[in-house]
């Protein structure tokens, strides 16, 4: 990326999220307080509800041979929108087949246990690649929110796991090219496409050119409520990122629905999957920036907040969120050759 690109990019940030003003809220479920539900096609219909300064959004797709919801939300979700939606629309939640965990973070699969309580037929899907995360809360809190606590003395504190309190068990796994009969004439492809997570999964529906791709792509962070900045992207692992905004560039997509962000359409869905692809370019350009002016070696978090205020307009305690991706970064330059570390705790990243 050229400095003027780049340049044009930070001065984009505080503009770029799309409003919400402009979406159909002719289906508002005003019975339900604070969740939205709206049917996007014949029977396809999304469910938001807000989730701290954020929305959340399941997808909930009824066929004749099958229901299937993608994504369950927080501990509280399914009995605070998506049930109560449910039954607006008539459906019973025993007619559910599949809760599909579209990846495993606490506000996508923290409420697949309280659907299987209110319908234990529904079969809990993911890939097996977030497999362990999904079916175990410990697991996610040491391997997903703190495993860079040892070396990097950054991490999360215990209370966000209210979010997703409960063990459960997957009963299928699916995989890329697996397909979801919803009916004789309907389908839902089976994506695989790693980068926030391992195992992270997308579902194509053909019939309406529409991907679902939960938080697969992130372009310039996650936006709020009322259209800033909450924080920065979090992908983990930055080369299977980079292929799946490419995946998803190459696919027939019309319309995508995510799991935090307006809905795009038309060529809005090529512009965002770019807005992703030039975050991590930028990203990778200050973090190299920053390490040439500080050759005695920076630790994680300090590389973090030297760069945060340049690649966001998010609140400064909101900064960490990126340690994730920024350790993505720090792992493949060094895989580049471009940096070595300085062993110590916390570890320490001097350029070669
Ligand atoms: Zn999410």
């Given at each position: 990326?050229?400095?003027?690109?780049?340049?044009?990019?930070?001065?984009?940030?505080?503009?770029?999220?799309?409003?919400?003003?402009?979406?159909d809220r002719n289906m508002a479920n005003k019975s339900v307080p604070g969740t939205i539900g709206t049917q996007i096609f014949p029977?396809?219909?999304?469910?938001?509800?807000?989730?701290?300064?954020?929305?959340?959004?399941?997808?909930?797709?009824?066929?004749?041979?099958?229901?299937?919801?993608?994504?369950?939300?927080?501990?509280?979700?399914?009995?605070?929108?998506?049930?109560?939606?449910?039954?607006?629309?008539?459906?019973?939640?025993?007619?559910?087949?599949?809760?599909?965990?579209?990846?495993?973070?606490?506000?996508?699969?923290?409420?697949?246990?309280?659907?299987?309580?209110?319908?234990?037929?529904?079969?809990?899907?993911?890939?097996?690649?977030?497999?362990?995360?999904?079916?175990?809360?410990?697991?996610?809190?040491?391997?997903?929110?703190?495993?860079?606590?040892?070396?990097?003395?950054?991490?999360?504190?215990?209370?966000?796991?209210?979010?997703?309190?409960?063990?459960?068990?997957?009963?299928?796994?699916?995989?890329?090219?697996?397909?979801?009969?919803?009916?004789?004439?309907?389908?839902?492809?089976?994506?695989?496409?790693?980068?926030?997570?391992?195992?992270?999964?997308?579902?194509?529906?053909?019939?309406?050119?529409?991907?679902?791709?939960?938080?697969?792509?992130?372009?310039?962070?996650?936006?709020?409520?009322?259209?800033?900045?909450?924080?920065?992207?979090?992908?983990?692992?930055?080369?299977?990122?980079?292929?799946?905004?490419?995946?998803?560039?190459?696919?027939?997509?019309?319309?995508?629905?995510?799991g935090h962000w307006p809905d795009v359409h038309g060529e809005e869905v090529r512009q965002f999957l770019g807005r992703s692809r030039?975050?991590?370019?930028?990203?990778?350009?200050?973090?190299?920036?920053?390490?040439?002016?500080?050759?005695?070696?920076?630790?994680?978090?300090?590389?973090?907040?030297?760069?945060?205020?340049?690649?966001?307009?998010?609140?400064?305690?909101?900064?960490?969120?990126?340690?994730?991706?920024?350790?993505?970064?720090?792992?493949?330059?060094?895989?580049?050759?471009?940096?070595?570390?300085?062993?110590?705790?916390?570890?320490?990243?001097?350029?070669?």
């Amino acid at each position: 990326m050229t400095d003027i690109n780049r340049r044009e990019f930070i001065s984009t940030l505080a503009v770029a999220v799309p409003t919400l003003a402009g979406r159909d809220r002719n289906m508002a479920n005003k019975s339900v307080p604070g969740t939205i539900g709206t049917q996007i096609f014949p029977n396809v219909y999304e469910i938001q509800s807000e989730f701290g300064n954020r929305y959340i959004q399941q997808y909930l797709f009824v066929g004749t041979e099958k229901v299937v919801l993608l994504d369950a939300g927080v501990a509280k979700t399914p009995d605070t929108s998506i049930l109560p939606y449910l039954e607006t629309l008539g459906i019973s939640p025993k007619r559910i087949s599949m809760v599909v965990a579209m990846h495993s973070d606490a506000d996508h699969h923290g409420g697949l246990p309280y659907i299987k309580d209110a319908s234990s037929s529904a079969l809990l899907a993911c890939h097996r690649g977030d497999q362990h995360l999904i079916e175990s809360p410990e697991f996610l809190y040491q391997h997903r929110y703190n495993f860079l606590a040892a070396d990097h003395q950054l991490g999360f504190g215990r209370e966000g796991m209210v979010n997703c309190p409960r063990e459960c068990k997957m009963d299928v796994l699916l995989k890329e090219g697996d397909v979801i009969e919803l009916s004789q004439d309907w389908k839902l492809e089976v994506w695989h496409v790693p980068g926030h997570s391992d195992g992270h999964l997308a579902m194509y529906d053909a019939k309406n050119k529409a991907a679902f791709t939960s938080d697969a792509v992130q372009e310039q962070g996650y936006p709020t409520t009322d259209g800033k900045w909450a924080f920065g992207p979090t992908y983990y692992t930055v080369d299977a990122y980079l292929s799946t905004i490419h995946f998803l560039e190459n696919k027939p997509i019309e319309h995508m629905y995510s799991g935090h962000w307006p809905d795009v359409h038309g060529e809005e869905v090529r512009q965002f999957l770019g807005r992703s692809r030039n975050f991590v370019e930028a990203a990778d350009d200050l973090i190299k920036t920053h390490l040439k002016s500080n050759t005695q070696g920076v630790t994680l978090k300090q590389i973090i907040h030297a760069v945060s205020p340049k690649l966001g307009t998010w609140p400064d305690n909101m900064a960490e969120f990126l340690q994730f991706a920024i350790y993505g970064h720090m792992v493949r330059l060094e895989q580049q050759k471009v940096v070595r570390l300085k062993s110590g705790v916390p570890v320490e990243y001097i350029l070669v």
